[in-house]
C-alpha cells in the first residue's frame, strides 16, 4: 500500500494523483520533543504522520493536557487545509517522527491544476470532518439522556477518537 493511501484524506486516488500529491506535500522531519504546532497559531496545513508517535494537547482551564496520541497514519491540522482559523491544539513528537505536510496554498494550487485529484482530497476531508462531527453528536445525545452535560474535557476526548 502507497503511504499516502493510508491517510483518510487520501483515499480512492488514482496512482498518477497520487504522484501530483507527493509533488506538492513536503516531508518533515522532527526530533522527540519538537513542536508540530502551537494550539493558537495560525492554520494552514495539515500533517500527515508517517512514522513515529506524536501526543495532541489542549488548553483547558489554564493547564495544558494530553488528549490524544497519534500513530503513524494520522493526520493533525486538516481544517487548517479549510480555513484561516487558530489551531485548536499543540502537537509535539513523541518520539523521532517524520510528517508530510500538505499547505491549504499547495491545495489550492492543485485545484487551479488538477481540479478532480483537489476534490478528490476536499471531499476526503469533508467526510473525516463530518464523522468527527457525528461521533460529537452521537455523544452529547448520549450524554442528554444521562442528564449530564459533556464537559470540555470529554469532547476533546470524543473529538480525538477519530484521526485529528
Do not use: H, W
Not at 518533515?28 to 508517535?53: M, N, Q, W
Not at 485548536?88 to 513523541?94: D, E, G, Y
Not at 478532480?116 to 473525516?128: E, I, S, W
Amino acid at each position: 500500500m502507497d503511504a499516502f493511501q493510508q491517510f483518510a484524506i487520501f483515499r480512492g486516488l488514482t496512482t498518477s494523483e497520487v504522484l501530483e500529491l507527493r509533488r506538492v506535500t513536503v516531508e518533515v522531519k522532527l526530533t522527540r520533543g519538537a513542536t508540530v504546532f502551537c494550539e493558537g497559531d495560525a492554520g494552514d496545513s495539515a500533517f500527515l504522520l508517517l512514522t513515529g508517535r506524536a501526543e495532541v494537547r489542549r488548553r483547558v482551564a489554564g493547564d495544558e493536557r494530553a488528549v490524544a496520541t497519534l500513530e503513524a497514519g494520522t493526520t493533525a491540522g486538516e481544517m487548517g487545509l479549510l480555513n484561516n482559523a487558530p489551531r485548536t491544539a499543540t502537537v509535539v513528537a513523541l518520539e523521532d517522527a517524520k510528517f508530510l505536510r500538505l499547505t491549504r496554498a499547495a491545495l489550492e494550487e492543485l485545484l487551479r491544476d488538477q481540479p478532480a485529484t483537489a476534490a478528490k482530497v476536499y471531499r476526503n476531508t469533508a467526510r473525516l470532518l463530518a464523522d468527527r462531527l457525528r461521533t460529537l453528536g452521537d455523544e452529547f445525545a448520549r450524554r442528554s439522556a444521562g442528564g449530564a452535560p459533556a464537559t470540555p474535557d470529554e469532547i476533546t476526548k470524543v473529538l480525538s477518537r477519530t484521526e485529528l
